[in-house]
């Protein structure tokens, strides 16, 4: 892939040309998993990305949440590339969602079903979105009119 750099040089204008406009939104949908003979859960991971106001609607891709060899009791949550949509900085992506599921929301996988069920992540997530455009990425509520 050809990387180009801008030859606009940062100043301060009032008028409406920026250097490095980078305007890039990830809004998580949900999260379905199940758990495999492995110990490890694997599903799908939906969400809409905004970037400079086009919106694709409902990307999915394969995810896995397991054990953090690094932890005891912590589990993470992997996102396989996608390749429909290229999104830069998704690995940041990445790491702000684990951060936000297992140390905000003290999310943790249940391996335990009740009945003939197997063992199942079901994630819903409402109102908030992840804004990528700064360095790094920020946890945003979907203001509601």
Known sequence: MLRVKSILRPRVSTNCWIDR??????????????LGHDGV?????????????????????????SPNPL??????????????????????????LNHYLFHVLHFVPNKYASGKELPSIKLFFDDIYFDMSGDEPKLEKIKKP
């Open 21 to 34: 406009m980078r305007f890039l939104n990830i809004y998580p949908l949900r999260i379905l998993a199940t």
């Open 41 to 65: 859960f694997e599903g799908q991971f939906t969400f809409n990305v905004e970037q400079y106001g086009l919106m694709f609607q409902e990307t999915v891709c394969d995810v896995t949440f």
């Open 71 to 96: 932890s005891i009791d912590e589990w993470q949550l992997h996102v396989e590339p996608i390749s429909a949509v290229e999104i830069q900085f998704f690995d940041k992506f990445v790491q702000a």
